[in-house]
């Protein structure tokens, strides 16, 4: 039997976690949902959390009983046969290939605000090729590679929530607070259920990358943590 180095911690596991769920597509993903649902989309990030929380639950238990590489490929084949492992893995490979592309023209668009003569193709390529690269390091260096982005990545947002808070309570010399009243004026579900369910699509992507604590348990010290 194939065996690993098992030279991931309970700590790089969870920041690889993280550090994949929050990307490019996360933030570009979030601007499309609000846009769709309103203030609303908090009840879809409530749904789609609360879906996932359930999925990884499964996983991390199944996980846990046999932390085999392979992950959920390797339960599928077990579970309905080798055709079904098959279809799995393909389906999830061509999955991480397509959300790859959408990170790298995530991060191209992005980087176009500041360098507006950036062209989205050649940067989207540049991108995937430096990620390929990386991934080639190896589960140890990758990890704590991604455990130091995703901290950045972390400190980002809880600084835009501060910076935002702040300007709502009036915090910022020289900017009037804009109050806390505003909210009231959007109405809370402007697009109906309808606006919930197509923002739905787009929250369930920017969660993507929550599986990858199921693929690399197989890499971990002490997966069953």
Known sequence: MKTTDKGLTVWGLTMLALGTVIGGSFFLGSAIAIKAAGPAVLVSFILGGA?????????????????????????????????MGFAVGWIYWTGLVLAMSSEAVAVSVFLRIWFPQLS??????????????????????????ESGLAAIKLAAIIGFIAVALAIISGFIPRIPAAGFGMLADEPLFPAGLGGIAG?????????????????????????YK
């Open 199 to 223: 923002s739905m699509l787009i929250v369930m992507f920017s969660y993507a990358g929550f599986e990858i604590i199921g693929l690399a348990a197989s890499e971990a010290q002490k997966a």
């Open 51 to 83: 879906l996932v929380y359930f999925i990884l639950f499964a996983l991390s238990e199944m996980t846990v009983a046999d932390a085999a590489p392979g992950s959920f490929r390797t339960f599928a084949q077990r579970a309905f046969g080798p055709g």
């Open 120 to 145: 989205v193709p050649v940067v989207g390529i540049a991108i995937i090729i430096v990620i390929t690269l990386t991934n080639l390091l190896g589960a140890d260096r990758l990890s704590k590679l």
